[in-house]
């Protein structure tokens, strides 16, 4: 009730929706788990998936679609105007509806019971730590937490409070404070010079991942306190040395999702070259199009996808772990190529269209001559945006060294008492001096 409550304090009608599709998902489970005939499997499953994607298509996708054919018809010559749908976006659909689907998908694949009970069942689709903007949950990881009674202990209280405030942090004092100059450079990029656009498309880059880790460790931090462990959402995916390396740690509850219910049962990479190759560029085709209905997005995905089969087909390796001397030029180098493409592709994912994104990249060659503070700052306070990007640099380091091998909540609670309260301290007081407080919701909850 808590749970729904929460998502009701948004738009209270969009709860027969969240708990019309968990209706159909749950009870399809217990329809499949009840019958050994391969053919009335496939129906119920087949249901349930064509529910959660006609939910997705009419709420997410019908406007782009519509849109699109017209553009099309329209540029052969045949007039037509489309057919828009006025309604509000609900929050947290791409999210629920894969956790959903997953469930059934796991169900038939035997790699886990059916669950009797529908409240269960409900919980684990609408919890509300992570309903919003993920992680997307597996049923087969967070309903066994469910279904026991949690004991939540002292350091699950510890840990649980160090990662919110580290999610707020990185939100409020660095991703909300950096967004004050890439949407002053995004908002008319054909204006702003080369420098600018560079500059903005690399804090761009920064501030999507402060924003969107951000609410994953709040998520992960609230569930913590309630004795409830959800999956860890990034690894320093800014440390990685290929694009492959990139989405190991990059977003890793979706892309593991898209590699168990996508890749895998399209072939993977146990096929032929020509097939490897469209299996990679079709999941990262639908990565890129889960992430908004804008033709910016799968050309976000399709970069990507695109890198990844180059890197295949050039051999490229996807780790630098163990690299030696010399070797470790290499590395660097690779690290360096890595960055540059994450940053470059960011262009796409922040243009609010396909014509502003290729605006960035072609305004980015021009404007270095004779550049002065103020034209670089598009008229933002300098002192401000290095602070936050000054700030940002200390995430990195103790992101990527200081909890290499431990989330920073659980680090955090192992700390003596004084160092502990110094840490959360220091992070309030910097909330408090340096966060930018506005009306800045998390990027992804438009997802």
Known sequence: MASLGFYAAWNAWYLLLIVGVALVCWYAGRRIEQTDSERIKRRWIAL???????????FKYFNFFSTSISDGLNAIGIGADPF???????????????????????????????????????LYVSFFP???????????????????????????????????????????????????????VYSD???????????ATILFGIQIYCDFSAY???????????????????KSPYIATSVTDFWRRWHISLSTWLRDYVYIPLGGNRTSRSRWYFN??????????????????????????AAIVIERMIGWPTTGAD????????????????????????????????SDALAVFGGMGQGWSGLSVPTLMAGVA????????GLFFIVFAVEALWCERMDIGTRGAALPLAARWAALLALLFGILLFGTFGSDAFIYFQF
Not at 189 to 199: K, N
Request: glycine share 8%; with cysteine; aromatic share 12%.
């Open 323 to 354: 690299a030696r001397g010399a070797a470790r030029l290499l590395v660097l180098l690779r690290w360096l190529v890595t960055f540059s493409l994450v940053m470059c592709a960011w262009a796409f994912f922040r243009a609010d269209t396909l």
């Open 189 to 199: 990029p054909a204006s702003q010079v080369g420098p600018a656009l560079l500059f």
């Open 48 to 58: 349930a998936v064509s529910v959660c994607l006609v939910v997705l298509g009419v």
């Open 382 to 389: 300098a002192d401000r945006i290095f602070a936050g990007l």
């Open 84 to 122: 828009l749908l006025n309604v509000l976006l609900p929050v947290g659909i791409s999210f629920y509806s894969f956790q959903a689907l997953s469930y059934v998908i796991d169900v038939k694949r035997g790699s886990m019971p059916a669950t009797r009970s529908f409240h269960d069942f409900l």
């Open 216 to 234: 994953s460790d709040i998520a992960i931090g609230s569930a913590r306190l309630f004795g409830i462990h959800l999956m860890e959402n990034f």
């Open 130 to 184: 992570q309903l919003v903007a993920g992680p997307i949950e597996r049923a087969t990881r967070l309903l066994p937490q469910i279904y026991l009674r949690q004991t939540v202990t002292l350091v699950d209280i510890r840990a649980g409070v160090v990662r919110i405030m580290w999610g707020m942090f990185k939100k409020l004092v660095v991703a909300d404070t950096l967004s004050i100059y890439v949407d002053a």
């Open 280 to 305: 990679t560029l079709a999941t990262f085709f639908l990565s890129g199009l889960w992430h908004g209905a804008n033709w910016t997005f799968v050309v976000w995905g399709a970069l990507h996808g």
